[in-house]
């Protein structure tokens, strides 16, 4: 596996261009507006949920793609491309690589990126983003957790998640979707979820939900793709390792269904986004042919 090659190119990648998000429950008049935010200060002690830090958790082990965020494309290391398109993101305050590895940490400090070590012992990249958080000695009312496997993430949907935080003050973590490619609907590594009319997440699975009595692929539903980004509210992420794990969180292996079991809520927005993770080695040539159509250096 390569080690982070040399580049002269360390400034932000250039943005996507004029893709337009479809936010979900965000689109609220001026009134409700007005009266989320007086609901949110009076219900959240400390006021409005302001400043927001993106915690990019990196690891090199893996059962599936040893070294992942090592992995070049197109020249740069994936931690590069994902951490540059993160900087672009008007949201946040802050921008760190948390990770156990330091072949990760030289490399990313390589190209400018602030780097806080974390223990070996995290089971998942939120606890890992708990404890940079710890670590970082710093308040911040707003923790997003993006994964280092999206070179391609749009920085607008790292606005708009923490956004959806910002407005929906019964809500203690946010995230975002798109459509489902029916191509993908049997993919196991491509997560489904289903939200409730108010854009709240009511199930996440890594089977086609829903899923109808046929037995069948409904081509007219909207299935929806779970994309590997979260937003915590900060005292949750502290409390968050300390809940025990859910039988459907350990079904499924997906540590978000840990939040919904425990009772909290998820508000989810739906975005216009046709670029994924990079699960295994092959994503890599999919990921590169996307970024020479769209002329990404």
Known sequence: MPICPPSSESSPAPGLGGRALIFHGLALGAAAAAAAAAAYLYRRPGGFRGRAVGIIPARFASSRFEGKPLAPILGKPMIQRTWERVMLASSLDHV?????????????????ADVIMTSESCRNGSERCCEALQKLNKHYDIVVNIQGDEPLIEPEIIDGVVMALQRAPDAVFSTAVTALKPEDASDTNRVKCVLDNQG????FSRGLIPFNK???????????????????????LK???????????????????????????????????????????????????????????
Do not use: W
Not at 96 to 112: K, L, N
Not at 200 to 203: E, G, L, Q
Not at 264 to 291: F, N, S, T
């Open 239 to 297: 409390i968050y390792p300390e809940l025990p794990p859910t039988p459907l969180q350990l079904e499924e292996d997906l540590e978000q269904l840990k939040v919904l079991e425990n009772g909290y809520r998820m508000k989810v927005i739906k975005v216009d986004h046709d670029a994924h993770g990079v699960d295994a080695p092959e994503d890599v040539e999919k990921i590169e042919a996307l970024m020479r159509a769209r002329n990404i250096q």
């Open 200 to 203: 709240y997440a009511i199930y």
């Open 214 to 236: 046929s037995g069948k692929v409904n081509p007219q539903f909207p299935y929806l793709l779970h994309l590997g980004i979260a937003g915590f509210d900060s005292k949750f």
């Open 96 to 112: 760190v690589v948390a990770t156990d590895d330091e072949r990760i940490a030289e490399c990313c400090r390589g190209f400018g």
